[in-house]
Nanobody, 127 residues
Framework: QLQLVESGGGLVQPGGSLRISCAASGFTLDDYVVGWFRQGPGKEREGISCISPGGSVTSYTDSVKGRFAIYKDNTRNTVYLHMHSLKPDDTAIYYC????????????????????WGQGTQVAVSS
């Protein structure tokens, strides 16, 4: 059974850092684009970052650029999102998602193309 499981969320103070993880089971991420999405209170789910199957291409939405970093550990079949300089506006449920592709450099943040989703992990930024 193909499954994505997020972990690492929690409460952090403004300006702090957090690393969240997305572990895949039942398949390997070698041929999958992986994206991170988030949904804040009263907001729509938005794409914030993605990484290509080969790991050479990454992309970020403007609101997190320079603060968040996505990377893939193929040995652990896991994708991580390092979040720095966190703000209250970053408070949301964070989801990872994946879709298969033959293009090793593909990276998209359009949620409509993703067909495997995790259950989400809550991140709260507050003093």
């Amino acid at each position: 059974q193909l499954q994505l499981v997020e972990s690492g969320g929690g409460l952090v103070q403004p300006g702090g850092s957090l690393r969240i993880s997305c572990a895949a089971s039942g398949f390997t991420l070698d041929d999958y684009v992986v994206g991170w999405f988030r949904q804040g209170p009263g907001k729509e789910r938005e794409g914030i970052s993605c990484i290509s199957p080969g790991g050479s291409v990454t992309s970020y939405t403007d609101s997190v650029k320079g603060r968040f970093a996505i990377y893939k550990d193929n040995t652990r079949n896991t994708v991580y999102l390092h979040m720095h300089s966190l703000k209250p506006d970053d408070t949301a449920i964070y989801y990872c998602a994946a879709f298969i592709t033959t293009v090793q450099t593909l990276c998209l943040m359009d949620r409509s193309v993703y067909n495997y989703w995790g259950q989400g992990t809550q991140v709260a930024v507050s003093s």
